[in-house]
């Protein structure tokens, strides 16, 4: 019998989803608890993570109820640290290549797509800043896939298009809706310029990404576009 495993979550949080879709695409058993950050149970900081942020997992110990978690089970932080601790928990699912020079390169992506890719989308969603950020992060993301491949690195499903795949998804939606905190209509225009010939290798993966039944399964996109329509209500004209 294998190991209790427990994601605890919160839906609106890609960094829960690249949790989420590690865990579906190695077919891993494994329970959820949604935690809502805006209202967080008093257990959850003194048991689970004192820093009080999700995505976390719970594995080992005994079998318990998820909202009276183990002492006696690991407490596992940090979308990054779990994406590598779930490659490692299963290494026949593929996360992680055999290689070591894919791991490295898969280890790479991840970095760059953290680097470039998450910070300058979120400061574009608040309107912060402009887009130019994630045209150049985009950019530096398109040098490193190949021509040929269905994913980051290699011809499989890696942890590297788990931890960028729910910025991919919250793009997408950023630009055919115009929902965020920018100028009104910079998301489309920004839609606009990721059809260009520049972003074809781009947006080819972007296209294959999303339509993998893994992406669909854990993003609820109408339940995003309505949060950011009651968040995001005043813009600028």
Known sequence: MSEQLTLYLYKLSPYSQKIELALAEANVPHRTYEVDLFNKPEWFASKVNPVGEVPVVTYGGP??????????????????????????LYPDSGLLPK?????????????????????????????????DNILKGIEFIQELLEESGDFAVGDHYTIADACISPFLARLKMVTETDLGRFPVGMGYKLGEELKGPKFAKFMKYVHRILERPSLKQTNDEEFVITFFKTRFTERVQ
């Open 99 to 131: 290689d070591p020079v894919l791991r490295a390169k898969v280890r790479f992506f991840i970095d760059a797509s953290t680097k470039h890719i998450e910070g300058s989308c979120y400061a574009f969603i608040l309107g912060k800043e402009s887009y």
């Open 63 to 88: 079998n318990v109820e998820p909202n009276d978690p183990s002492p006696l089970s690991a407490k596992i932080a940090e979308s990054n640290v779990i994406l590598e601790f779930l490659a490692d």
